[in-house]
């Protein structure tokens, strides 16, 4: 597997493949900027495991929850914000919610941005402070959720290859962690677990409707049962020990046939 940077270099436009001294059959997943992304997908000519539109379709939460519940899947109680918006519509939005809610940016991953608010007033603050955020033109997607807090809930990553789950991690605060989001990348610790039937045919289910190939499924249980909270479509695959023993067959096998049908 290469690594072809996208970010902090400078190419010519008609010499890109000199830069790489061997053949590529397939892409893995569309970088993050699509600009560049495009640029080099007609450069070399490739399919890719999961393109431009799957990418485009995981990162906007609002969009992806609003598909899944036209289907049926649960989710949790959300309320996209377009910022800036009016304040007395945003305290009423606030003041329907049953207890603590969160806020995340309608984009981003990796628990980026992530705050949980128990009170009018410190959401109002946090409010005010995205809204000056947002004031500067070069913010893309100037929207955030509002989602209802599901506290004590077990944070399930089932990772869905071409269909099929082909594994999951429940992801853990240590016991002297401060905080409550339950992600790899902010300090959560991922313990493989083997998920439930239910659980598997909940993020099956998942990547049928968004048509995404490889995709993690990032879903809470709490009292009342599985809700799935967001998706990735640049799920972590580096982490060996944290997967079955036929994981890396069946990316194989996922590889193999994308670049076969691109072929």
């Not at 906007?60 to 309320?79: D, E, F, M, Y």
């Not at 240590?174 to 993020?203: E, M």
């Amino acid at each position: 597997m290469y690594h072809l940077p996208v970010g902090g270099a400078c190419y010519e436009l008609d010499s890109i493949r000199d830069h790489i001294d061997f053949e590529i059959d397939v892409g893995f997943v569309f970088p993050k900027r699509v600009v560049e992304g495009s640029v080099i997908t007609a450069a070399l000519d490739i399919p890719w495991i999961n393109g431009r539109d799957d990418i485009l379709t995981t990162r906007n939460k609002a969009s992806v929850l609003t598909q899944l519940q036209k289907v049926g899947i649960q989710t949790p109680r959300t309320v996209l914000v377009s910022s800036p918006a009016d304040a007395d519509a945003i305290r009423d939005v606030f003041d329907r919610f049953d207890g603590p809610v969160v806020i995340k940016p309608n984009s981003t991953t990796r628990g980026t941005g992530h705050v949980l608010v128990e009170d009018p007033d410190s959401f109002r603050g946090v409010v005010d402070y995205l809204e000056l955020i947002h004031d500067f033109p070069a913010t893309g997607d100037r929207s955030f959720l509002l989602q209802e807090y599901i506290p004590e809930a077990r944070d399930v990553r089932l990772t869905v290859i071409d269909g099929v789950v082909a594994g999951a991690v429940e992801r853990r605060l240590d016991g002297d962690a401060d905080g409550w989001v339950k992600n790899v990348h902010r300090g959560a610790t991922p313990v493989p677990v083997t998920p439930s039937k239910r659980l598997s045919d909940i993020a099956e289910h998942v990547a049928d409707t968004l048509g995404v190939a490889l995709l993690g499924v990032d879903v809470l249980i709490g009292p009342e049962g599985p809700v799935v909270i967001e998706v990735n479509g640049r799920p972590t695959i580096d982490r060996i020990e944290q997967y079955p023993s036929d994981f890396y067959d069946r990316l194989a096998a996922l590889i193999r046939r994308v670049a076969k049908e691109g072929s």
